[in-house]
Every structure is written in C-alpha cells, then in structure tokens.
C-alpha cells in the first residue's frame, strides 16, 4: 500500500492552523497514524487509528478521514511544532510510511 | 516503563553482514500480542518497514528485502536480533526497532546510525 503525502513541505507562522493529507493506494479503514519527527530523534506516534490523540499529545493536533484519504491538521501552530509529520498504516503488511511532510516556522 | 535499545555496529564494509540487537525493557518479548519490529530510515528519507517478530515468535519481511533479513529473539535475554546480508552503501541510515501491543507503532528505540562504506 503506497501512502502520498502532501504538500512536501510548508511553512507557517505561529497561531496558523496547517493540514497535511494522506492519500491511500488501497482501502485501509482507520488503520492510520501520524507520526512527528523531530532532527535527530526516532518518530514518535501523535494519533492512531485516524483520530485518537495518543497520551500526552497536545488536543491542538487532530486527524480525520476514512477510505483512502486522510488528514491531520494542527491548529494553533506553536514553534515546537517544527518537525516532520508522517502518516503510515498498519492495515496490511508491509507496513508504509508516507514521504513526510516538513512543517517549518515562518 | 517500556525502552528499547539498538546497538551494534555502526560502519560494515559493502557485502558484509549487518548484526543488530534491540534489548528490550518493561515487557516481555513473548507477552501476548507484543511485537518487535525494525524499521530504517536513510538520510533525509521516509522510515521504511523491514521485520517483524510477534509474540509467538512468527517473521514477517518487507519482501524486497526478504532473502537478505533475519529476525530472530531470544526470549531469555528479553532482545530481538536482526540480520541482514551482503550490505550495501544503500544500506546506509538510522536503524531502529520498535514496539507494537495493538498494531500501532507505539514506541521506538532511539535508533542507531549504520554507515555502510
């Protein structure tokens, strides 16, 4: 199952609210998380199946979708954020991650 | 508190075997519905799934990468190994392995660089 992210990268300023899509080659119900990456560091989950805030994530990021489509969007952007977002599933194997979007702080 | 760890070495030669070991703390790698899976992620590039080992001791391999991949565990030193074959400088990037309770990859080691030149 191949996952294309989009846009590649953005930049935002602090307060906005931004939203990075997913796009499923296949069906994958709500076998879908999003991942934040910061230099340096291993990913680490933000939410799972679809929407579910994973513990200790801020409630400002939420995601959404269903199908083959899905989004996660983060309002109130704050300079922490800088990071790079992957979505990936886990409906099948192998399991894939999108290309990643860079989020950058105007 | 579950951690997990790589280590191993961090420069192989080109056709040389890579040996990596992720020891796992605060669960058991045979506890029902655990799984331990490596993922790698070249310089500036998206993560890419390798392996996995379940509870049960069950292997699943990307299958590009099949024939070069091993993953075994040794339940009694509570580590996942993994093996892969004839490396190559494509090879190179952060290894990591990480833990799985429900599918969701729910917390990685910190990963280790592996330099193949």
């Known amino acids: 199952i191949q996952l294309t992210q989009s846009p590649s990268s953005l930049s935002a300023s602090m307060g906005d609210t931004v939203t990075i899509t997913c796009r499923s080659s296949?069906?994958?119900?709500?076998?879908v998380a999003w991942l934040q990456q910061k230099p340096g560091k291993p990913p680490t989950p933000l939410l799972y199946?679809?929407?579910k805030l994973e513990r200790g994530v801020p409630s400002r990021f939420s995601g959404s979708g269903s199908g083959t489509v899905f989004t996660l969007t983060i309002s109130r952007l704050q300079p922490e954020d800088l990071a790079t977002y992957y979505c990936?599933?886990?409906?099948?194997?192998?399991?894939?991650f999108g290309q990643g979007t860079k989020v950058e702080i105007k | 508190q579950i951690t997990l760890k790589e280590s191993g070495p961090t420069l192989v030669r080109p056709t040389e075997t890579l040996t990596l070991t992720c020891s796992c703390s605060?669960?058991?790698?045979?506890?029902?519905?655990?799984?331990v899976h490596w993922v790698r992620q070249p310089p500036r590039k998206a993560p890419e799934w390798l392996a996995r080992?379940?509870?049960?001791?069950?292997?699943l391999y990307n299958a590009p990468l099949q024939k070069r991949l091993t993953v075994t565990r040794d339940t009694s030193a509570n580590h996942v190994v993994l093996t892969m074959t004839d490396m190559d400088p494509l090879d190179t990037g952060t290894y990591f392995c990480?833990?799985?309770?429900?599918?969701?990859?729910?917390?990685w080691g910190p990963g280790i660089l592996v330099a193949v030149s």
């Open positions: 199946d679809v929407s």
């Open positions: 990936q599933q886990y409906n099948s194997f192998p399991r894939t």
């Open positions: 990480v833990y799985t309770s429900a599918a969701v990859f729910e917390n």
């Open positions: 605060g669960f058991s790698v045979n506890s029902m519905s655990v799984g």
């Open positions: 080992i379940s509870w049960t001791g069950a292997q």
């Open positions: 296949q069906g994958i119900l709500i076998a």
